[in-house]
Each structure stands twice: as C-alpha cells, then as structure tokens.
C-alpha cells in the first residue's frame, strides 16, 4: 500500500522560512516524479512544483519560482519542499502527490497517490 506522508508545516510569519516533507513508502521511489500541490480555503488545488524521478529536472508555478525549492532523497524515500520568503497568499494545505511515471507534470490529474496534506499559515 502506496503511503504519503507529509510533515514540517506549521504558523509563521511573512518572511520566514519552511522546509516541507513528503516520505513515502509503498513504492519504488526513485521511478516516481513527485510533486506538490497547495489548495487555499475556497480555493481549487493548484500546482506548486514538480521533481523527476532522479532530481534532475524541476518545475515551479510562477507564484513561487525563486522561493521554493523542491528536491529530492532516493535513499530516504523523501520529497522536500523548501521555502522562503512566505507570504500571507502562500497559506493553504500542501499536499505530496507521486506519478507512476518518472517525468514531471504540473497536472494534478496526472498524479496518482497523494498524501493527506499538511497546514502551511503564513501570518502578515
């Protein structure tokens, strides 16, 4: 059974910095891209950014693009999400999501086991 399991959010201020997890098991890590989602109250889920199955190739939505930085430990079986400089717009729950394939998307629909999600809160 696939697991995702996210962790490292919490409430902070503007400006400051999180790294998120994503461990997972259940899989062949290092054959998945992985990915991260956010979805704000009364918002639809968005994309955040994506990672190849050997890190090589990323992809980050404008929004966060020289903020965030995601990457990635094949030997842990973890996915991370770096990031700095938050803002207010940046709160949501950001969720974990894995491909079966090893290429990157900024598609939810293309992903196809995803973790339960963990509250970022960023205070102005």
């Known amino acids: 059974q696939v697991q995702l399991v996210e962790s490292g959010g919490g409430l902070v201020q503007a400006g400051a910095s999180l790294r998120l997890s994503c461990a997972a098991s259940?899989?062949?890590?290092?054959?998945?891209?992985m990915g991260w989602f956010r979805q704000a109250p009364g918002k639809e889920r968005e994309f955040v950014a994506t990672?190849?199955?050997?890190?090589?190739?990323?992809y980050y939505a404008d929004s966060v693009k020289g903020r965030f930085t995601i990457s990635r430990d094949n030997f842990e079986k973890t996915v991370y999400l770096q990031m700095n400089g938050l803002k207010p717009e940046d709160t949501a729950v950001y969720y974990c999501a894995a491909r079966i394939y090893s290429t990157t998307s900024n598609i939810d629909a293309e992903y196809t086991y995803w973790g339960q999600g963990t509250q970022v809160t960023v205070s102005s």
């Open positions: 990672i190849s199955w050997n890190g090589g190739t990323t």
């Open positions: 259940g899989l062949t890590f290092s054959y998945h891209a």
